[in-house]
């Protein structure tokens, strides 16, 4: 399986932005679905985002549609979070995700239906 590493969290003000990194390593980068969830103290995991094979197939879900873009590299085997307009409940743990497929415009909700899970970056947003 793929190995991911995640990179870019932090503290942000409500409003701004970050932007999350993902290097994949250990597999054929372009042949995976790549994508995003967070866990946030006290819930569920949620999916973030997900980016088709080639990059031209996006997911959000609802609680980030509009303000954060999902986009991918394979020449990099990198994939990004691009986050704007931050709210304090964007507060979490962000995992970069993968998950082998053909098909580019399926991204699972459920957590358990992605192979690979990176160690997670923390992000930090205050009011």
């Known amino acids: 399986q793929v190995q991911l590493e995640e990179s870019g969290g932090g503290l942000a003000q409500g409003g701004g932005s970050l932007r999350l990194s993902c290097v994949a390593s250990g597999g054929v980068f372009s042949l995976h679905t790549m994508g995003w969830f967070r866990h946030a103290p006290g819930k569920e995991r949620e999916f973030v985002a997900g980016?088709?094979?080639?990059?031209?197939?996006?997911s959000y879900g609802d609680s980030v549609e509009g303000r954060f873009t999902i986009s991918r590299v394979n020449a990099e085997n990198t994939v990004y979070l691009q986050m704007n307009n931050l709210k304090p409940e964007d507060t979490a743990v962000y995992y970069c995700?993968?998950?082998?497929?053909?098909?580019?415009?399926?991204?699972?909700?459920?957590?358990?239906?992605?192979?690979?899970w990176g160690q997670g970056t923390l992000v930090t947003v205050s009011s």
């Open positions: 995700v993968a998950r082998a497929s053909y098909s580019g415009t399926y991204f699972p909700g459920n957590p358990n239906d992605w192979d690979s």
């Open positions: 980016v088709s094979w080639n990059g031209n197939g996006e």
